[in-house]
């Protein structure tokens, strides 16, 4: 039973107050058809709304099934609306751009009815009311009767309690009004029909009971209820929910309508994601050609384990920096400021030891095509020419373009084998030698042939092979005199020693093409074996005994310290030859992914080390990657941060969009709102028209650009002989098109607000 009690309602427009009820005390039966009958502005329109709970009323009580509604939310009011309540309306109230089936099911669609379901019944309401056939037809295109009979179906279709017709005939001719009367005399037998007219014929010829109300008061009552009538039905109020489906589904047929509009809406918005597109496009090939450069030039580029190590990276500047940044330029203060020493901070000594060496042997062969241990070993030089005989040098430091060779690790081809092509001879670097590399024109330099021996006019391969120099140990080498020893200047006795080593050059080897990073330069390397073979003969030669014994000093480049004989001391062995700890370690590995496994291995030797304790090494290729990604990196970000403007602007634009849907909306969200659709749930259909309007956006944007990057192919590869650098990277892609999603929900967010907002009636009324 339906009770209104002391039912009080009024309007505020600046100072003047309009009562539209007057304290109303009415009670309604569960079945019967009921005529609120009065002339314009006598308040009936207001007491169905409040009725309804479409309006709600400044004092007394709505009472429910013996439930008052006094403390309802306005979720219970939406959800009152949907279970118990259905509309007839005088403009029959029909969403256009959605089909006959779909108005009718709408108010299923709000309960959570599944489709299946939802589907049979909405027929069934069609088929009820004569209009089956016409289930997929658009609102306009039926006759006016049709659109009343539409809206009785969508009223009876949830079986509501109550069906409240505003004025039903209104805009119909007399004979569609005495079939849409006949139609709701059918339903009153069953149900609770409570029709507003203001024709007292046709309020005389249906209803069962009429009420007559003048200036917000009742007047009269045809059939009041009687005191001993009672009614103990309980109100069961089922909660609305529009899901997003429903609502993309919506949203999407609204859209269809606009075709024109929400292409050119969408084209807009898609400038900036056009832009952005573009760039990450060009930063993505870029970067696959710079790393397809570094991996075929730089991947067996050496690590680099020395006695004493730089820190380049990017947490070791910061540090340095930190405390700098931190002071003022050019300070008033008389104070001064410790600085940190950048070169302090940034090298570090490493305590190379038998057991580290030990370690770096356990690494995995298969990681590593090549590995040299440089040795302070000092090489004692002496070649011959049609001149006469010559000291080349008595370090291997002083010798210009002389490195160690790698030695290869395991059965396959190590790092000379990948990197270079042997132009003459045989490499093999478990025999003392020499190898000649040359540049990739065969040029090597005039002081290299000088070194050899030879001069600089017509010389061929066999020349060079056939040239020997002669590696002269420490005690024949060095002469002592007094305290101190001294060199031996008779070249031609020390290359004719019997105890000197002889060289030769074993091959001679050119880079191969495209390993110009690895391979560039000329010069002389030389093999490990003549390293240990030279340190096996100097470490029981007589000189590095007695140094060992007293603390003489070579006359050399190196000074005496009188106050540090034991340095002096270790810096003189290892001038002389004697120390077998290398002072750098160069490690080659296979690729790119070795590099990463080795170099995990050796961080792994530091952890719970101290720092003064750990071995630091210096990744050449990371490094230089490091460098080239960052630089690709900033300027990408520079141009992405210029292109993310037109994507602002966009924004905005989709907020101004969405602000103009929802004004040609408006009557649909008081529809929705009548069908109790929660003020969320219209916030929920706007934003489904945003994220629609994003994800075409984002779509277009995605396309035009990847039609764009053909000519910007072309010209690149035109100008640069790269082909193909333009390549967008799917993350990306997915990532813009999440972005313009968002967007545009964030710029429809405050319009999609406002709806939720509007109040139903006043959205109702709204053409």
């Given amino acids: 039973m339906l009770e209104l009690k002391n039912i009080q309602k009024s309007y ?3 100072t003047f107050v309009q009562h539209a009820l007057k304290k109303v005390n009415i009670k309604f039966r569960k079945n019967e058809f009921v005529s609120i009958l009065g002339p314009s502005g006598s308040g009936k329109t207001t007491l169905l709304n409040i009725i309804g709970g479409f309006d709600r009323y400044d004092s007394g009580d709505l009472i429910i099934n013996n439930k008052s509604t006094k403390k309802f939310k306005t979720t219970e009011w939406d959800s009152y609306r949907n279970n118990c309540i259905g509309f007839i309306f005088q403009s029959y109230n029909l969403i256009s751009h959605i089909s006959v089936l779909e108005n009718v099911e709408m108010t299923m669609t709000l309960s959570g009815y599944k489709k299946k379901n939802k589907r049979k019944k909405a027929l069934d309401a069609l088929k009820r009311v004569g209009l089956k056939e016409h289930a997929h037809k658009k609102p306009n295109q039926l006759s006016g009767g049709q659109m009343q009979r539409v809206a009785i179906a969508r009223a009876l279709v949830n079986d509501p309690d109550i069906i409240l017709a505003d004025e039903p005939t209104g805009a119909l001719d007399s004979n569609t009004s005495v079939q849409i009367m006949d139609l709701i005399q059918e339903i009153a037998k069953d149900k ?24 917000g008061e009742i007047i009269g009552d045809s059939n009041p209820i009687k005191k001993d009538e009672k009614d103990d039905g309980v ?14 589904h919506l949203s999407f047929n609204n859209i269809k309508t606009k075709k024109g509009r929400t292409l050119l809406t969408s084209f807009a918005a898609s400038i900036g994601i056009i832009g952005i597109a573009l760039i990450l496009s060009l930063s993505n090939g870029f970067k696959i050609e710079i790393d397809n450069f570094e991996k075929d030039s730089l991947s067996e580029a050496p690590i680099i384990i020395s006695t004493q190590s730089m820190s380049m990276d990017q947490e070791s500047l910061e540090k340095i920096h930190k405390n700098t940044k931190k002071l003022k330029k050019y300070p008033k203060s008389k104070k001064v400021y410790v600085a940190s020493d950048m070169m302090e901070k940034m090298t570090h000594t490493n305590n190379i030891t038998n057991d580290y060496i030990d370690y770096l042997k356990k690494l995995n062969k298969k990681d590593i095509s090549g590995i040299s241990y440089q040795k302070s070993t000092g090489f004692n030089i002496v070649n011959h020419n ?3 005989y010559h000291l080349i040098s008595t370090t291997n430091m002083g010798i210009q373009n002389w490195t160690l060779l790698p030695t290869k ?38 002081s290299t042939l ?12 066999k020349d060079i092979m056939s040239q020997e120099l002669k590696v002269v140990l420490n005690d024949d080498y060095y002469q002592k005199v007094g305290d101190y020893f001294m060199p031996n200047t008779d070249y031609e006795a020390l290359y004719k020693n019997e105890n000197s080593i002889t060289l030769k050059v074993q091959a001679i080897i050119r880079g191969k093409k495209g390993k110009e990073m690895i391979t560039n330069g000329s010069g002389f390397g030389y093999t490990n074996a003549l390293t240990e073979l030279v340190i096996s003969k100097n470490k029981d030669s007589e000189i590095v005994k007695e140094q060992q014994e007293r603390d003489y000093n070579v006359l050399t480049h190196q000074e ?26 160069s490690i080659y590995p296979k690729d790119f992914d070795s590099k990463d496994t080795i170099t995990k291995y050796l961080d792994k030797y530091n952890k719970k080390k101290e720092e003064k304790d750990e071995i630091k090494y210096t990744d050449m290729a990371g490094m230089i990657s490091s460098l080239s990604g960052n630089i690709m990196d900033a300027i990408t970000a520079v141009l992405i941060a210029f292109s993310s403007i037109s994507l602002i602007v966009s924004s905005i634009m989709i907020g101004i969009i969405t602000y103009i849907s929802v004004l040609e909306r408006t009557k649909e969200i008081g529809i929705l709102r009548a069908l109790g659709a929660r003020g969320k749930d219209v916030t929920r259909v706007f934003n489904a028209e945003t994220i629609i309007i994003g994800l075409c956006s984002g779509i277009l944007g995605l396309f035009i650009a990847y039609l764009l990057t053909f000519p910007i192919n072309k010209v690149i590869e035109e100008i640069s002989g790269l082909a193909n650098v333009a390549k967008l990277n799917p993350m990306h892609a997915i990532t813009l098109l999440i972005i313009s999603i968002t967007l545009t929900v964030i710029g429809g967010f405050i319009p999609a607000k406002m709806a939720s907002k509007k109040d139903p009636v006043v959205a109702l009324r709204t053409e």
């Fill in 12 to 14: 505020k427009t600046g």
């Fill in 192 to 215: 609770l029909v409570i029709m507003v007219t203001h024709n007292p014929d046709l309020a005389r010829e249906y209803a069962t009971r009429i009420i007559e109300v003048k200036d």
């Fill in 235 to 248: 109100v069961k109020i089922k909660k609305t929910v529009l899901s997003y489906q429903s609502a993309l």
């Fill in 386 to 388: 049609s001149e006469g």
């Fill in 409 to 446: 690790v395991g059965s396959k081809d190590g790092i000379i084998e990948n990197n270079y092509d042997v132009l003459a001879g045989k490499i093999d670097d478990t025999v003392p030698g020499l190898i000649l590399q040359v540049d990739s024109r065969n040029q090597i330099y005039e």
């Fill in 450 to 461: 000088q070194q050899l021996g030879l001069s600089s006019k017509n010389v061929t391969f």
């Fill in 560 to 585: 005496f310290d009188e106050n540090d004989p034991a340095a002096t001391k270790d810096m003189t062995l290892g001038y002389l030859g004697a120390e077998s700890i290398p002072v750098m370690i």
